[in-house]
Structures are given as C-alpha cells and as structure tokens.
C-alpha cells in the first residue's frame, strides 16, 4: 500500500475504495483555492480512475467512498441522492447540550455570507440532522449527527442554529484555539511554554457509513479510526470524564 499523508486506506475492491481522510484536505477541487492539494487525485496514483459520489468538508476527517466503474458511479450516487446512506458523524462542541436527542430541519443556504459560510435561511435548501449527545466532558460534549441530507456544511450550520458550535472550528465558532491537556486536566504539572496543543483543528469526524454494495446489493458498514490527534483528545477526555464516543453503537 501507498503512504499517504492524504488518507489510509479502509478497504477496496473491484467496484468501490473506501477512505479515512485527513483533516485539512479536498475531496474535489475549490474555486476559490485550487491548488489545495485533493484527496481524489492522491487516491488516483494508487487505485487508478476513481469516480466521486459524495463529499466532506475539508477540515473533516474520515470516510469516504469512491466508486471504480462506472456502474458502481451510477448506483452509489443514486443510493446518496435517494438519502439510502446511513451517515455517522462524532464531534466534540463546546457546553452541554440541554436534550439528549434533537432533530432540526432548517433550511440551508450554502456560501450564505461573506465567509462563505453556510447560514440558515428559508430560500435555501431543505436539509435534515439528527444529533444525539453521547455525554458531558467538563466544558465539553460529544456528540453523534446523522445528517440525512448532504449539505456544505450542515453539521456545523444545524449545531449554529442549536446556539453550539464544535470545538476548533475555523468558521463557525467564536472560539477557535487549540484544546490544551493543561486547560482540561487540574493536574497538569508540565511546562506550558513549551506544550504541544491536543487538537488543532475542526473536532468533526465522519464515523460510520452503512449502505448498500453497489455490486452485491448487501449491505456493507465501514468505520474509520480516529486519527491521531483526536483518538489523544478522546483518550484524556476519557480519563478524565469516562464518556467514550467510540463505545456508541
């Protein structure tokens, strides 16, 4: 297998390649920055012609799929359109959520704003997310959405309109430094000069994806281990708090 700092490979065949994406990287090209490098076009140099069927946001980590045949192209993306993908995603948010399941259903409206944010808005585009709190962590919480519709950035602008936002998110929190072990754990005894942050960068991980393989019809569910920077938050949290996102079904 090809190292690549772009994605691990989660499993192949002769129809389907299914990968865990880094954070900070392009599953299709950007108009507004085109050169950013791609997960697509690193994939190609080890799997050949890959056909794209659906996409998470560049500061996600996580699944995703791509179909090798045309055929597979036609039948996965049908299966997304029709909403037949079961999606799960973790994120850890600042606060602590009020409700134990909640579904909003606000309409989205992609590049709503001059940060090219997507906003709630009734001219937009109908959209669904089901979130469900896994547990506290002191100042934090984890939690699981399963987006029904794939809208740019509908888990964070659904948690916007929830008045909750997820941790080192770039664009939709008013709180975006780094999660540091000595800020969550009282008895931290190293040098905070020279301590190195936990997490740097959007808390959002596309988990789990269920569907059906578009050459057997079975159903297939593929998960994506944390990467590195997560799975360290996850296990201080854990520590800590004894809440683990990983234990959730």
Request: proline share 5%; net charge positive.
């Amino acid at each position: 297998m090809i190292k690549n700092t772009a994605y691990t490979e989660i499993y192949h065949d002769d129809s389907i390649v299914v990968l865990n994406k880094a954070s900070g990287i392009l599953t299709a090209a950007d108009r507004y920055n085109p050169d950013i490098k791609r997960l697509d076009i690193e994939a190609e140099k080890e799997f050949g012609k890959l056909f794209a069927v659906h996409r998470i946001d560049k500061d996600t980590s996580g699944l995703v799929i791509y179909a090798r045949t045309p055929d597979a192209h036609r039948s996965l993306s049908m299966a997304f359109e029709r909403r037949q993908v079961q999606k799960t995603y973790h994120a850890l948010v600042y606060g602590r959520p009020t409700w134990t399941d909640k579904t909003v259903t606000a309409r989205l409206l992609v590049n709503g704003d001059d940060r090219h944010r997507t906003i709630i808005n009734r001219r937009g585009k109908d959209a669904e997310t089901i979130f469900h709190l896994i547990g506290t962590c002191g100042p934090f919480s984890w939690i699981s959405a399963f987006p029904k519709t794939g809208r740019t950035h509908q888990i964070r602008a659904h948690l916007s309109d929830l008045g909750m936002s997820i941790v080192c998110d770039p664009l939709y929190s008013g709180n975006q430094k780094p999660v540091f072990l000595s800020e969550i754990k009282r008895s931290w005894r190293g040098d905070t000069f020279e301590e190195r942050p936990l997490l740097s960068r959007l808390a959002l991980h596309a988990w789990k994806l269920t569907l059906n393989h578009p050459q057997t019809n079975e159903p297939v569910t593929f998960t994506a281990p944390y990467p590195r920077d997560l799975n360290a938050l996850r296990n201080q949290l854990y520590k800590l708090y004894k809440v683990d996102p990983l234990s959730e079904n």
